[in-house]
């Protein structure tokens, strides 16, 4: 959950929004509270969508589906307004996380647990299924945890059996990791789609992964059409349940009430009781329950405070009461509303609490709105952006299709505000209220560093900066290559034009800054000049798409595709993803033997001049020679929770899951191993004689001795961003925040104290922050369309 925004709306019909639940491609979900004091989930349409009159067909039909599908294990629609001019459509709330939160918290569920939830989709299936509907959209994100079993939800591309689609045509619905066959060939789905995708959410639950994976969206729906599903880490008999759902032919696969006996032969409400979650996921249940019941009863005591306001304002105006002769808008009976917003802000807040009553009397009397972080933390608006807006949203009446909605109270939206910011917790734990919240940093960070320069320019692409002494080099759209220098880079010193948008970062070698080009070509820039100085070019039988890094300063690997064509005529080819090696002098290019399983995944490998060093697809630390043609030295199972991102310091190669691992570089053998007391190690970064990894519980960096694995330290922070390394300077690490917003985080490298927060308040959806220190103390920190350059000291 998150705080509500201003421009977030005040009123959707009898519902009041109180926080935010989440957000997709089709608008966003809030938690909303009736004036009885009911909770619900409130999805609202985006309003550009809403204004598409063929849109609002599909969601009209979208309403009737969710409405038509009855079941213990569904999320009930509760109201709708298909027609106002902003749509919406209420569900009950559902008071526990998603899958996908679940197993991201706290690993892979227990093999009895995922049983259970098999049992319970199926059910699900069963149900909408009755109704002649297809959900074409089940994936971990779409199944909630309840202590009663899972709720199936978000039947926003449902579509009837009978072929009416309900989202636009055309094009590929779904998540990709979780479509079945059919939707990636572009044949009808019908049932049995749905029970394909119940099996891949079965196994990413029970292993942490999804069980389809790929470079790129062409290779992820190879994988899903032609190649087999990685159950290797997922237990029995759970394994053979999902082949049976995995089967190509769609009449072969298992049918629902099959599979719910095969999962639950006494029945699956004999297995979803109230014990069926494992104690980690139960209490993340309870503590939303408990936010739920808080809302709902704050809810209630706003609705019966509500006459004595209204009381208190006709008084105001009575004759020959303080507000005689003056009219309820007059500024002077603003003044004394205000102050009697204040008083009942007082009134009705939980006794003893004087930090919440504080912020009720902001809140009643139009100050700043609460925020996730306090004021001392927010920095201030750009030079020339504007500052947020203090002003509430406008209000919006209740629909004409609402009549029973109920006459707006006069406490303000501010005092509901100001009540649940204190309860917000970064991240989407529980919204509580009274003190509940998470567990917080022990220091908060002081103040960031003022940027020496700020560079401004069109989007960056998501790759670190790369140093060239006292330049930086990105990389922007359209296909641009930018050199800042780090004493002022807000002016480039050179740009130069017409490299791909692959996602990776400049690679130093061959005495150029080299890129990708179109095709298969690859280019050299100079690096003092910014011009040209050479085009390698490997012909039309090759596809470069994603440079992996370099050695022996004069030869890159790249990920990309062998092509193998039919004939000259035809044109037509077939492709193979593969590994390249390219010596930049001899002009030669290379297949690297990379196994396919291992290029269907995002692979991240650390290149030194002798090894080429990655995780693999079958959860292996995987090493190979750069010579020989790349022959295998070694290969290390691990196990199903092997994130894919690698560090090597020195001789020694680190890997991280529930278990943080150091190996021989050269011969793989153990050197020492910590594992996590809690949660799991998430991202790495090395430097020094220091190995860092992120941590998912508590929210924090790690610092371990690279040579012993004995502990330095751990900092506690506010959530991170998984997917992103430590980015390691001379005195100080980094780590980007979950929330783009909230920027980035300064630690202390050697004591391992919370420095500072960093952020320049934007939200930028999947724009996330890339990092980039040099051993100088230099920062370089990109977000979307800038540059930051901070000293680090």
């Known amino acids: 959950m998150q705080p509500l925004h201003p421009e977030d709306p005040e009123q959707l019909g009898p519902y009041r929004p109180v926080a935010r639940l989440g957000a997709g491609g089709m608008g966003r979900v809030y938690l909303a509270t009736s004036s009885a004091g009911r909770t619900v989930a409130v999805k609202v349409i985006r309003p550009e969508m809403a204004e598409d009159k063929n849109f609002r067909i599909r969601f009209r039909r979208e309403v009737a589906a969710a409405a038509a599908v009855g079941g213990a294990y569904t999320a009930s629609v509760v109201d709708a307004a298909p027609d106002e001019q902003t749509p919406w459509l209420a569900t009950a709330y559902v008071p526990g996380p998603t899958v996908a939160e679940a197993v991201a918290a706290h690993g892979p569920l227990p093999v009895e647990t995922v049983l259970a939830l098999g049992a319970g989709i199926a059910e699900a299936l069963i149900a909408v299924h009755a109704e002649g509907l297809v959900h074409r959209d089940l994936k971990p994100s779409n199944v909630l945890l309840a202590a009663d079993g899972p709720r199936v939800i978000d039947f926003g591309i449902v579509r009837a059996r009978d072929g009416y689609q309900l989202t636009g045509s055309g094009g590929l619905l779904g998540s990709l990791e979780y479509v079945c066959p059919e939707q990636a060939t572009g044949d009808p789905v019908g049932p049995e789609g749905d029970v394909f995708c119940l099996g891949s959410v079965l196994a990413f639950a029970a292993s942490g992964h999804a069980p389809f994976s790929g470079a790129s969206a062409a290779a992820l729906l190879y994988q899903v059409v032609h190649g087999s599903a990685d159950l290797t880490r997922v237990p029995e008999p759970l394994d053979k349940i999902i082949s049976l759902c995995h089967a190509r032919d769609p009449a072969l696969r298992i049918s629902p009430d099959r599979l719910s006996a095969a999962c639950a032969p006494g029945g699956a409400d004999q297995v979803l009781t109230e014990g069926w979650l494992p104690a980690r996921v139960a209490a993340v249940v309870d503590e939303r329950r408990a936010a739920a019941t808080d809302l709902e009863r704050l809810a209630r005591t706003l609705t019966s405070a509500r006459p004595a306001a209204d009381a208190a304002a006709r008084a105001s105006i009575a004759p020959g009461g303080h507000g005689a002769g003056r009219t309820p808008m007059g500024p002077s009976s603003r003044g004394t509303d205000s102050k009697a917003g204040a008083a009942d802000a007082d009134r009705i807040l939980p006794a003893g609490d004087a930090d919440n009553r504080a912020a009720g009397r902001a809140g009643a009397t139009g100050g700043a709105p609460p925020t996730a972080d306090p004021p001392e933390r927010r920095p201030p608006a750009a030079a020339g952006e504007p500052a947020e807006s203090a002003e509430p949203a406008t209000e919006r009446s209740a629909a004409p299709a609402h009549r029973r909605a109920p006459e707006r109270s006069r406490i303000g939206r501010r005092t509901l505000l100001a009540v649940t910011a204190g309860a917000a917790v970064v991240g989407g734990t529980a919204l509580v209220v009274g003190g509940r919240a998470g567990r917080q940093p022990a220091r908060r960070p002081g103040p960031a560093p003022e940027p020496t320069w700020v560079y401004r320019g069109g989007p960056l692409l998501q790759t670190p900066a790369v140093f060239n002494g006292g330049t930086a080099l990105l990389k922007s759209r359209p296909g641009n290559m930018i050199c800042l220098d780090l004493r002022n ?120 001049s002798d090894y080429f060093v990655y995780a693999d697809g079958l959860r292996n630390v995987t090493v190979r020679s750069t010579r020989d043609g790349g022959g295998l030295l070694w290969r290390l199972p691990v196990g199903y929770d092997l994130r894919p991102g690698l560090a090597v310091l020195g001789r020694t190669v680190f890997a991280i899951g529930s278990e943080f691992i150091a190996l021989d570089l050269a011969t793989g053998k153990l050197r020492w191993k910590v594992k996590a007391e809690r949660g799991t190690f998430a991202t790495l970064g090395a430097g020094g004689n220091t190995v860092y990894a992120t941590g998912t519980d508590p929210y924090g960096v790690h610092a371990f001795n690279a040579a012993t694995g004995a502990r330095r330290w751990f900092c506690e922070t506010p959530r991170l961003n998984a997917d992103h390394p430590v980015a390691v300077g001379a005195r100080t690490v980094h780590v980007p925040a979950f929330e783009n917003r909230n920027g980035f985080y300064a630690i202390d490298a050697a004591s391992g104290r919370l420095l500072w927060n960093f952020t320049d308040g934007r939200e930028t959806g999947v724009n996330d922050w890339q990092l980039s220190c040099d051993g100088a103390g230099h920062l370089v920190a990109q977000h979307f369309d800038r540059a930051y350059g901070l000293p680090v000291t």
Not at 501 to 515: C, H, K
Not at 590 to 605: A, M, N
């Open 489 to 608: 880079g807000s002016q480039p010193e050179w740009v130069y034009q017409g490299i791909s948008v692959s996602p990776s970062p400049v690679l130093l070698a061959n005495d150029a800054a080299v890129a990708l080009g179109t095709g298969a070509t690859v280019i050299g820039v100079d690096l003092d000049g910014g011009t040209e100085k050479f085009t390698l070019d490997f012909g039309p039988d090759c596809q470069f798409d994603q440079l992996l890094g370099g050695y022996d300063g004069y030869v890159v690997s790249v990920l990309g595709a062998k092509l193998e064509r039919r004939s000259e005529e035809q044109g037509v080819a077939t492709s193979t993803s593969a590994v390249f090696g390219v010596d930049l002098r001899a002009r030669r290019a290379v297949v690297i033997p990379i196994d396919p399983e291992d290029v269907g995944i995002p692979l991240k490998p650390v290149i030194t």
